[in-house]
């Protein structure tokens, strides 16, 4: 079985523009968890979304915003793009939704903002 | 709220040797415990989990971790370390009913191994 997938792997942007990450899940995963980890912060929570729907975000300004679709794919979008915003991106699948799941972690999209 | 603290932010072992991890929580009731690795460049896998029961969980790769509720700790230990093992190591909190946005991530422990 396929593990999650995140594309792009590496990202470099400037100051202003906006950016869209992907992840897919694990195939019958209906839960995507997205997570900011930067070397200051740690993990930090960004969005859990199940079955197309948002079920909680992190405490993070509206420029950051994301979607799940049918095939519980989601993608995170990053408005506006800030030097802090330059992190590693980390998406989670899980069969269902709550904190006692399993989250199965991609490898990250690493986003450098100049 | 629940918060997560892991004291250790290096360790260095050598290989064999045995290695303890700390972990220590806040929490009002007995918490969701979890511990998960993380290898350059690569997203967290899950080691092992705490829910409720016996307080000494078996994970992969040869780790184990003690729930202790006097304490408040989750330590992760292994009884001699590979060199494969070197990484950094997560503890996370979460709630009992609560969303993935109430699983809190310990700052992480960096595992390095002499040979």
């Known amino acids: 079985k396929a593990g999650v997938t995140q594309t792009p792997r590496y990202l470099i942007k400037t100051r202003g523009q906006q950016v869209t990450l992907s992840c897919s899940p694990i195939?019958?995963?209906?839960?995507v968890s997205w997570y900011q980890q930067t070397p200051g912060q740690g993990l930090q929570f960004l969005f859990e979304?199940?079955?197309?729907?948002?079920?909680n975000k992190g405490n993070f300004p509206g420029r950051f915003s994301g979607r799940q679709f049918s095939n519980s794919r989601s993608e995170m979008n990053v408005s506006t793009l800030e030097l802090g915003d330059s992190a590693l991106y980390l998406c989670?699948?899980?069969?269902?939704?709550?904190?006692?799941?399993?989250?199965?972690f991609g490898s990250g999209t690493q986003l450098s903002v100049l | 709220a629940q918060s997560v603290t892991q004291p250790d932010i290096h360790i260095t072992v050598s290989e064999g040797a045995s290695l303890e991890l700390r972990c220590n929580y806040s929490?009002?009731?007995?918490?969701?415990l979890f511990w998960y690795v993380q290898s350059p460049g690569q997203g967290l896998q899950l080691l092992l989990k705490?829910?409720?029961?016996?307080?000494l969980v078996q994970g992969i790769k040869g780790f184990e971790a003690e729930f202790k509720r006097s304490q408040s700790s989750f330590n992760l230990r292994k009884p001699s370390v590979h060199w494969s093992d070197a990484a950094e190591y997560f503890c996370?909190?979460?709630?009992?009913?609560?969303?993935?946005?109430?699983?809190?991530f310990g700052k992480g422990t960096k595992l390095s191994v002499k040979p």
């Open positions: 989670a699948s899980s069969l269902g939704a709550g904190s006692s799941e399993k989250l199965f």
């Open positions: 195939s019958g995963h209906r839960s």
């Open positions: 979304y199940f079955s197309e729907t948002q079920r």
């Open positions: 929490y009002g009731a007995t918490p969701y």
């Open positions: 705490y829910f409720s029961g016996d307080t």
């Open positions: 996370a909190v979460g709630v009992h009913g609560g969303s993935q946005g109430n699983l809190i």
